[in-house]
């Protein structure tokens, strides 16, 4: 769905590439599979024996790269790419990466998918130290903490800065010489590895991008790893002993691309289960089942499936409607969702609907679907969401950081089935994820950041702690 009207967004997707005489226009392709996870900016730096050159602009990537020129001007055998959505800054050009940085006896190219969360601390103390920053994202700290670090070696600096950060995330480093990739010691972002034929190697947020450029999957990147890539071919080192596998849940159930894999899971297939397990969790007497497009409708088929009932294409999404559309006033945003969705009234007339979804965050896409279907002639409406009620907020990298923007922290299951104007709602296990996932791991929640769901983290919550214990406590107050 697009970002307004899930109202639940990634930061971003990164893409490097090292040894392939076409890297931008490939980092392009790359990209153009990504941009799904963010929608605000694009960028993409090339390295030109060993010059580091630039562009990047706001909007969707065919924005930025509209004046073909502009592709053209990057000429080089090595890239990294990126596209943005801010949890964590401003939405200003200067915090559209790949972040350059040019010193006197070096280039790099910073692009970073995630969020810090002890980035304040680190920036008051660097600023202390005397560091100037220029954007206002959170990504700029590991190129200081690189400089500033007394290591003899580029590689033992790099080492000593993601020692330092703590969070969720994934970072691509290009320099004049070699390319590097790190993963957060928990793997609560995606990042793999592959494989071109002409012998370069490819590191993505998602295997759909190596997919674009018809690179062949080698690995995926594993906690607290450290990879190195040049002229030589590839070096997997760690940085820090890995802790407990703990990928972003709602990558399986929102974020990533139905064709993509995470760990050898294929992202459709796991949705699909999730329907399945949720069609046994939460049945209904009903007549058709209908997903919301596009992320839901892997789901959809499953429960459909499992429950025995015909999926039905109940729902149309407008493949050109414009993100703009949406306006900050309740009768325009409706329009817009009526510009984005229509409901198929031949379809859903006289009948008794089940409607998948994959999450609720705030609830009003859900309202308006709802009454799409009624209005349409539907008899009765019995919502069902293929994951368990988002209560708690994200600090790793999603735009939710308060319960107050979640309408399950706020409301009872009646309440909010009430206010959908749905006949029934019901949700998937925390169980049922993580079992139609089935991770291979012993790791808690079966290798899945569950945070979202239960209030569990598996970090530290650093600079957001005191702010989300005292917002909690609040909570269980009233």
Request: hydrophobic residues 40%; aromatic residues 8%; proline residues 4%.
């Amino acid at each position: 769905m697009p970002i307004e009207a899930k109202g639940l967004n990634e930061e971003c997707g990164v893409f490097g590439i090292w040894g392939s005489t076409d890297a931008a226009q490939l980092t392009y392709f790359g990209l153009h599979a990504l941009q799904h996870r963010g929608q605000e900016g694009a960028g993409i730096t090339v390295n030109n024996q060993g010059l580091l050159q630039s562009e990047r602009g706001l909007g969707l990537l065919a924005d930025v790269f509209r004046e073909p020129q502009r592709l053209a001007r990057l000429v080089g055998t090595a890239a990294v790419g990126h596209v943005r959505y801010a949890t964590a800054g401003n939405h200003g050009i200067e915090n559209i990466q790949p972040l350059e940085f040019n010193f006197s006896d070096s280039q790099f190219a910073l692009a970073h998918n995630g969020n810090l969360t002890n980035a304040q601390t680190l920036r008051h103390e660097l600023e202390a130290d005397g560091a100037i920053f220029h954007a206002s994202s959170d990504s700029e700290i590991l190129m200081h903490l690189v400089r500033r670090s007394p290591a003899s070696t580029l590689v033992e600096q790099v080492k000593d800065a993601l020692r330092q950060v703590h969070g969720g995330f994934a970072y691509l480093l290009l320099t004049n010489d070699r390319l590097f990739a790190a993963l957060d010691p928990n793997g609560l972002r995606p990042l793999v590895v592959g494989k071109l034929p002409t012998g370069g190697y490819v590191v993505c947020s998602e295997t759909c991008a190596l997919d674009a450029v018809g690179a062949e999957f080698v690995r995926d990147v594993h906690p607290g790893e450290l990879l190195m890539i040049d002229d030589r071919g590839l070096t997997i080192t760690n940085y820090q002993p890995a802790d407990a596998l703990a990928i972003c849940a709602m990558e399986f159930i929102y974020f990533a691309r139905p064709d993509s894999d995470i760990y050898g899971v294929n992202v459709h297939s796991a949705r699909k289960r999730m329907g399945a397990q949720l069609a046994k969790e939460q049945p209904v007497a009903a007549d058709i089942v209908v997903g919301v497009p596009n992320s839901s409708l892997s789901a959809a088929t499953g429960y459909a499936e499992a429950s025995g009932l015909p999926y039905e294409m109940g729902l149309i999404k407008n493949q050109y409607s414009s993100r703009t559309f949406i306006q900050p006033t309740q009768a325009l945003r409706e329009q817009g969702v009526r510009m984005k969705l229509s409901a198929v009234r031949g379809v859903v007339a006289g009948k008794r609907v089940v409607l998948i979804d994959d999450s609720i965050v705030r609830g009003t896409t859900c309202r308006r679907i709802v009454k799409l279907l009624k209005d349409a002639g539907a008899l009765s409406v019995h919502l069902r969401i293929a994951s368990p009620p988002l209560r708690y907020p994200c600090f790793y990298g999603i735009d939710i950081q308060t319960t107050k923007e979640l309408i399950a922290a706020q409301k009872t299951l009646p309440e909010m089935c009430a206010s959908f104007g749905a006949d029934s709602l019901g949700f998937l296990s925390e169980q049922g994820v993580i079992s139609a996932v089935g991770l291979k791991t012993d790791a808690p929640y079966g290798g899945l950041c569950m945070a979202y769901f239960n209030g569990d983290y598996p970090t530290p919550l650093y600079d957001y702690q005191t702010d989300y214990d005292n917002e909690i406590q609040v909570k269980h107050n009233q």
